[in-house]
């Protein structure tokens, strides 16, 4: 065999070999790119979209009290979307639900998003939160919107230290007390798919 006729035939031999891992990734339901997940808690169910779900409990390890919900939730649909109770399977919690102003439902507004904990947000209380949730835990949860119905999924149970100390229980518990100063649009104090509101785990723009 000539030496050009080597040379091309070990050329083909390295296409071949190169081009064989990355079909391997792609191809089939248990494609290598299909495994890999984002850190934070989401999911999608009809007009729905969940992000950035996570139970946040009280910092101190032997401190009792309340956890809170913290995520954001998008209506990708054309009717507003009631967020009608957060349920925690295999746990006897009460989950409070309360709009960023005054009383009433937590609303998602058509084509809109809100941002559930941290001030001037609604807030989602869980009642004796360090019984009903361990830090390090994915603990499931279940969001009932009045449309779409269970959007179940699972989240990381965090202490409100650090960069979650904003979005802990006693921020969450004092903000439904009572009206907040902060601007929110939307029924119920929902916020417009246009504002600015970030959960946790999501960056501003520009970073």
């Not at 031999?13 to 850190?39: M, N, R, Y």
């Not at 979209?49 to 946040?56: D, M, R």
């Not at 001037?120 to 279940?142: C, F, L, T, Y």
Request: proline share 8%.
């Amino acid at each position: 065999m000539s030496s050009s006729l080597r040379r091309g035939a070990l050329a083909a031999a390295v296409t071949v070999l190169t081009i064989a891992p990355l079909s391997a990734c792609g191809a089939g339901s248990d494609a290598q790119t299909l495994e890999i997940k984002p850190d934070n808690a989401a999911v999608s169910v009809g007009d729905i979209k969940i992000q950035n779900v996570t139970v946040v409990t009280q910092p101190d390890l032997k401190a009792k009290g309340p956890a809170v919900v913290t995520g954001k939730l998008f209506n990708n649909g054309r009717r507003d979307q009631t967020l009608r109770a957060i349920r925690l399977p295999g746990t006897h919690a009460d989950v409070t639900l309360s709009p960023a102003k005054g009383s009433g439902p937590v609303v998602v507004p058509a084509g809109g998003s809100i941002v559930l904990g941290g001030e001037g947000n609604p807030s989602a209380v869980v009642e004796d939160g360090r019984e009903a949730a361990k830090d390090g835990d994915a603990q499931p949860i279940v969001f009932d919107f009045s449309s779409t119905g269970d959007v179940a999924l699972r989240a990381f149970v965090v202490p409100a230290k650090g960069y979650f100390a904003e979005w802990g229980p006693e921020v969450a518990a004092s903000t439904s007390a009572g009206p907040s100063t902060s601007p929110s649009g939307g029924e119920g104090g929902g916020s417009e798919s246009g504002s600015e509101s970030i959960a946790p785990g999501e960056h501003s723009p520009g970073e």
